[in-house]
C-alpha cells in the first residue's frame, strides 16, 4: 500500500476540484487531486460565472484580475436572441442576466461568461506549487474501501500502466456527471437521466461579419437548423448543441463534412476558414442523487447533480457544494467542530440543488411556448419564406412576442444565485420570482453585500478559518469568547449595523462559507447565539 502525505483524496481535477483543493490548502489540509486525463480537456463547456461563483473566488483568494480579463467582453455576451438564422430574421432578445454596474448594490461581481477551459487554467495556476495540494494526472479512480478511520482508494496510473493504493481520510467525488466514484458506491440518482440528445459541435469561426450588429451569449434558433448556439468568443470559438434522436441519426452518423453543413445552415451563409474542432453526444438530464455521502466519501459538483444547462446553474451549484464541504472537512479536522457537522452538507446543499434542477427543467419547458407560437414542434423547421411569413403577421405578432417575454426568467435568477438559504428563514421568498432578490441578513441566508468606508465589502471580513463575529460598534459584551471555535471580530458603524437589523450591541456570526449562523440583535443574544453555535458546530454532543 502506497500511503501519501494527505487528509482528502479530491477525485477529478475540473473547476470544482481544483477550487475544492485551493479551498481545502487555505485551510491548512493536505490534499491529493487526481484526474485520469493527461491534460486538461479544451471543449468549452460551461460559460456562465455567476455572482455567487466569483464571491467564493474571490474569498479562495483567486485573481478576480486575471478571471475577468479572460472573460468574454461584457458588450458581446450581454443578451440573448431568438433568431431563425445568425445572419436573418430576429425572434426576439433578451438581456442574459444582470450584467450591468446597476447589480453592484447587491455583489462586487455581476455575472461574467467565461470559457471553462480559461477557468480551469487560472484554477491550476492556483494550486500549481502549493505545498498542501499533490495535483496527479493519468490517475484515474477505480474503487474504495472504508477501513476503520480511514478510506481505501485504488487507482490506475495510466503512465506506468500499474494500480495505485491510496490511504486519506476523506474522498471527494468531483469527477463529473458520469462519476465513477458514485457508480462504485451504488448512488442512484432521482430524475429523468435522458429528456433530449444533442450533438455537441465545437466549432473555430471569425464570425464577427455576420453578428457584430447583434452579438449576443446565446442564440436559439428556430430556422433550418434548430439548436442553441453558445458564442463564447465571437471572433473565434462557438458551440452549436443541436438536438438529434440517436435511434434515426447516431452518432457516427455526424461527420466533419455534415457537421460543417449543419453549422452554415444555422448561420445562414458560407463561414470562411470554418473549422470542426469537437463532436460528441451528451444527454439533457434533470437528476439529483439519492444521496451525497457514504461514510466519508463525499459527491460533489455534477457527480451529484445534473441539470439541463437553461439557466447555467450547473457548474455554479458544484462550486458552491464544494465551499460548503471544504470548510467543514477542515473544522472537523482541526477538532473545533464535531464529525457530526459533516452531515448537514448533505442536507444543505441537496435542497438546493432540488430548487436549482427544478428551475433549470422549468426554463427548458418555457421553451416549448415559443415553438408554439412560431407553429413548430421543437426540431421541427419550415422553409425559409414561409417561417418570415410567420414572424411577419401582425396577428401572430403579439403571440410570438408574450412568448419571448415568457422566457424572461430564464436568463434572470438572480434569487438563486445569491439568495439560496439554508433552513427555513428564507422558505417564504421560495414563491417570488427568480429574479426578484432583496438580500436579508437571516440565519441561513449569505451575508448581505454592504459597501464599507474603506471601499471592500461586508463579504470581504468573513474570515476562511474559523467563525466571524460581526458587532454593532457597542460590542463589548461580545469580546469574550463564545464557542471552542476560532473567533474572527470586526465592528460595523452604527448605520452598517442599522442596515443589517442590529442594534449597537448585536452581532451577527457567521460561517466561513459567508453564511450567517445566527443572529444576535441585541446583546441578550449572547446565550442563544453560544448555543446555537455550539449545536450546529457539535451536533454529536447536541
Known amino acids: 500500500m502506497t500511503q501519501l502525505d494527505a487528509q482528502v483524496l479530491m477525485v477529478g481535477a475540473g473547476p470544482v476540484g481544483l ?25 468549452p463547456k460551461a460559460h456562465a460565472l455567476n455572482p455567487r461563483s466569483l464571491e ?20 458581446e455576451g450581454a443578451m440573448v436572441r431568438m433568431v431563425a438564422t445568425l445572419a436573418t430574421d430576429e425572434i426576439g432578445a433578451l438581456p442574459y442576466e444582470r450584467q450591468d454596474d446597476a447589480v453592484r448594490d447587491l455583489t462586487p461581481f455581476p455575472l461574467i461568461n467565461i470559457e471553462q477551459p480559461r477557468l480551469e487554467a487560472i484554477l491550476e495556476e492556483g494550486v500549481a506549487g502549493n505545498p498542501h495540494i499533490d495535483l496527479r494526472r493519468s490517475l484515474e479512480w477505480k474503487e474504495c474501501r472504508h477501513e476503520q478511520d480511514a478510506v481505501v482508494s485504488t487507482l490506475w496510473d495510466r503512465g506506468s500502466n500499474r494500480s495505485l493504493t491510496l490511504r486519506t481520510r476523506y474522498v471527494i467525488a468531483a469527477d463529473g456527471a458520469n462519476s465513477d466514484v458514485r457508480r462504485q458506491l451504488g448512488i442512484a440518482m432521482d430524475g429523468p437521466e435522458v429528456i433530449q440528445h444533442h450533438v455537441m459541435i465545437h466549432v473555430e469561426a471569425d464570425l464577427r461579419a455576420i453578428v457584430a450588429r447583434r452579438p449576443a451569449v446565446l442564440y436559439f434558433l428556430f430556422g433550418p437548423a434548430t439548436g442553441v ?44 476558414g470554418l473549422a470542426i474542432k469537437g463532436i460528441r453526444s451528451w444527454a439533457m438530464s434533470a437528476q439529483v442523487a439519492e444521496r451525497y455521502r457514504s461514510g466519508n466519501v463525499f459527491l460533489a459538483g455534477d457527480a451529484a447533480h445534473r441539470f439541463p444547462p437553461t439557466g447555467g446553474l450547473g457548474l455554479n451549484t458544484g462550486l458552491a ?26 442536507s444543505e446543499r441537496r435542497t438546493v440543488a432540488q430548487v436549482n434542477m427544478n428551475q433549470s427543467l422549468t426554463n427548458a419547458m418555457r421553451m416549448f411556448t ?38 424572461a426568467d430564464h436568463f434572470d435568477s438572480l434569487r438563486l444565485q445569491l439568495g439560496y438559504a439554508y433552513g427555513d428563514a428564507l422558505r417564504a421568498d421560495d414563491s417570488l420570482p427568480v429574479s426578484q432578490f432583496e438580500p436579508k441578513a437571516v440565519a441561513g441566508a449569505r451575508l448581505p453585500h454592504l ?23 457597542g460590542a463589548a459584551p461580545w469580546q469574550g ?35 450567517i449562523l445566527f443572529v444576535a440583535r441585541t446583546r441578550d443574544d449572547i446565550a442563544a447565539a453560544t448555543r446555537a453555535l455550539e449545536t450546529f458546530l457539535q451536533p454529536d454532543q447536541a
Open 19 to 43: 477550487l475544492g483543493a485551493r479551498l481545502l490548502a487555505n485551510r491548512g489540509i493536505r490534499t491529493i487531486l487526481v484526474e485520469k486525463h493527461g491534460s486538461r480537456l479544451e471543449a
Open 56 to 75: 467564493i473566488c474571490a474569498a479562495a483568494g483567486l485573481p478576480m484580475d486575471r478571471i475577468h480579463a479572460a472573460a468574454t467582453p461584457r458588450a
Open 229 to 272: 448556439f453558445i458564442a463564447y468568443d465571437i471572433a473565434r470559438t462557438w458551440v452549436l448543441m443541436h438536438p438529434h434522436d440517436p435511434a434515426t441519426a447516431p452518432l457516427d452518423s455526424f461527420t466533419p463534412d455534415r457537421c460543417r453543413a449543419i453549422v452554415e445552415e444555422a448561420v445562414g451563409a458560407p463561414v470562411p
Open 321 to 346: 457544494d464544494i465551499d460548503n464541504l471544504a470548510w467543514k472537512i477542515a473544522a472537523v479536522e482541526q477538532g473545533w467542530a464535531g464529525p457530526g457537522l459533516l452531515g448537514s452538507y448533505e
Open 370 to 407: 415559443l415553438f408554439q407560437a412560431l407553429e413548430l414542434m421543437p426540431g421541427q423547421t419550415v422553409d425559409a419564406s414561409t417561417f418570415a411569413a410567420r414572424l411577419a403577421d401582425p396577428e401572430r405578432r403579439p403571440r410570438i412576442e408574450a412568448a419571448v417575454a415568457h422566457q
Open 451 to 473: 459597501r464599507l468606508p474603506d471601499g471592500r465589502s461586508t463579504l470581504d471580513l468573513v474570515a476562511a478559518h474559523g467563525i466571524t463575529v460581526l458587532t454593532g460598534p
Open 481 to 515: 469568547t463564545i464557542s471552542k471555535a476560532p473567533m474572527n471580530r470586526a465592528s460595523l458603524d452604527e448605520a452598517l449595523a442599522a442596515r443589517l437589523g442590529l442594534s449597537p450591541s448585536g452581532a451577527l456570526i457567521v460561517r466561513p462559507d459567508g453564511h
